[in-house]
């Protein structure tokens, strides 16, 4: 080509210049191994251009696919008269949804609508009626704004249609706030009873105190809102000085049933709970060494108040380790002498695993 016939001249013209003194001349092949590298850029220029202009061409048709997809109308009033060809026709949720109005409530489409569309249903009568629209003065339709404090909702049997506009129906949606869960478990706890019998004759404590093991299973019955109900047995074994004669001791065999009403606040795996119960305490056996403690307190009935708390650790889905304490006070008198009463009280701590059966 002429234009490289010039370079050539212009090359051997610059090589005497450089060179003149040495008179050196050019290696045989240069200029066409300088030919073959330029002709090797200008290639790769010319396959880079031409990439650019089918990237370009694909961009403007991508852009212009998605403008003739998701043009919505700009009115809506008269949804039966309704045939723009600008819509796609094939799209699952209705052209309203994209209207600027409608970019408010985008979160809770996103929330409550879009998560519920699964499948489009092919043979549909062509029924248009769109999601809760609303008539202004201006008659222009508005998506209805939905309160965030009463989004959180439980469905029972919804049945939802498609067409290929968008939802034609909706049935059946029940608050959550209309049920009120709740659930069962028990417990087995151990523990150590510092039991003070608490007998006084004449006004002065002649008594001493005594510990004593416990063993109890409790079920009980927690609300949704943290409120519970419990029930259940102890028992307990004690030995004490009633300090009625000088080497009188009383031995007691106890059974106790409380029912406690109480309150739990939980986060995460911790439960802190905290209760108030009635005690009723019945003696299965009393014996004494001087034949005189166990004529005197010869009640077998005891009913006690008693308040409490209990911590406890989530270990898997249906069980807890816990840690409580409790105190109670007799509510009568176990004493059938006017000179003798005996009005005792219980101290507790206790460890135990509860298990959640529902």
């Known amino acids: 080509m002429q234009w490289k016939e010039d370079n050539r001249g212009d090359f051997e013209n610059f090589w005497k210049d450089a060179f003149q003194d040495e008179q050196m001349s050019p290696p045989e092949g240069l200029w066409d191994d300088i030919e073959a590298e330029v002709d090797q850029i200008n290639e790769k220029k010319n396959h880079f251009t ?116 968008g939802i034609v129906k909706r049935s059946k949606v029940v608050s959550t706030k209309e049920k009120q869960k709740k659930h069962y478990y028990v417990n087995a706890e151990v523990g150590m009873s510092r039991f003070d019998p608490n007998i006084k004759m004449n006004g002065q404590v002649v008594s001493q105190n005594t510990v004593s093991p416990t063993i109890g299973i409790n079920a009980g019955m927690q609300f949704e809102k943290g409120v519970f109900v419990e029930a259940g047995l102890k028992y307990a074994d004690y030995t004490y000085k009633t300090g009625l004669t000088e080497l009188g001791e009383l031995n007691q065999k106890v059974v106790s049933a409380p029912v406690k009403v109480g309150y739990a606040i939980e ?52 069980t807890a380790l816990s840690l409580g304490t409790s105190y109670g006070m007799s509510l009568n008198d176990l004493s059938n002498d006017t000179n003798v009463s005996a009005m005792s009280n219980n101290y507790m701590i206790s460890m135990g695993i509860k298990y959640n059966i529902i």
């Not at 008269?78 to 985008?106: C, H, Q, R, T, W």
């Not at 248009?128 to 201006?138: R, Y």
């Not at 119960?277 to 060494?289: D, R």
């Open 50 to 165: 031409f990439l650019k202009s089918v990237a370009a061409l694909i961009t403007v048709g991508l852009l212009t696919s998605f403008l003739v997809k998701y043009e919505a109308p700009h009115s809506l009033s008269n949804v039966a008269g309704f045939e723009s060809k600008n819509v796609n026709m094939a799209s699952m949720v209705s052209p309203i949804l994209f209207e600027a109005d409608a970019i408010k409530d985008i979160e809770l489409l996103d929330k409550h609508i879009l998560p519920r569309i699964k499948k489009v249903a092919v043979n549909i009568p062509p029924q248009m009626p769109f999601i809760a629209l609303e008539e202004k003065e201006n008659n222009t339709p508005q998506l209805l704004t939905v309160a965030r404090n009463n989004i959180e909702v439980e469905e029972e049997e919804i049945e939802e249609q498609f067409s290929e506009l």
């Open 267 to 318: 986060k995460k795996k911790l439960r802190l709970a905290m209760h108030a119960a009635l005690v009723t305490s019945l003696i299965v056996a009393q014996s004494s060494t001087d034949n005189v403690s166990d004529s005197i307190m010869d009640q077998p009935v005891n009913v006690s108040g008693q308040l409490g708390a209990e911590l406890s650790y989530q270990v898997t889905p249906k």
